[in-house]
């Protein structure tokens, strides 16, 4: 029913930057927090950061500063731009999203997207 699309991962030298894009499709009636977390190898998936429709964004400490979360509501997408990469950001990047669909505009789902990879190596 709803699908979510990750893009932006890649290959980044140490400060680099990347911009990862998470664009939901479907039976989408609304769409409230979106978020962004990582899983590197042998570790947790662990947050990164969260916007809801309205409020203030939240980071992970080690992020701050240095990461951008974003949405743009009428094209259903989230962004995180990174700046200032680092080697321990390697990861595989996913986002979260809040949903609720069209044939069930009162229930609030969680979906998430297939990953993609961000390695920050010289």
């Known amino acids: 029913q709803v699908q979510l699309v990750e893009s932006g991962g890649g290959l980044v030298q140490p400060g680099g930057s990347l911009r990862l894009a998470c664009a939901a499709s479907?039976?989408?009636?609304?769409?409230?927090?979106m978020g962004w977390y990582r899983q590197a190898p042998g570790k947790e998936r662990e947050l990164v950061a969260t916007i809801p429709r309205l409020g203030t964004t939240n980071y992970a400490d080690s992020v701050k500063g240095r990461f951008t979360i974003s949405r743009d509501n009428a094209k259903n997408t989230g962004y995180l731009q990174m700046n200032s990469l680092k080697p321990e950001d390697t990861a595989v990047y996913y986002c979260?999203?809040?949903?609720?669909?069209?044939?069930?505009?009162?229930?609030?789902?969680?979906?998430w997207g297939q990953g993609t990879q961000v390695t920050v190596s010289s």
């Open positions: 979260n999203t809040m949903v609720a669909t069209i044939d069930s505009p009162t229930t609030w789902r969680a979906y």
């Open positions: 479907g039976m989408i009636f609304g769409i409230g927090t």
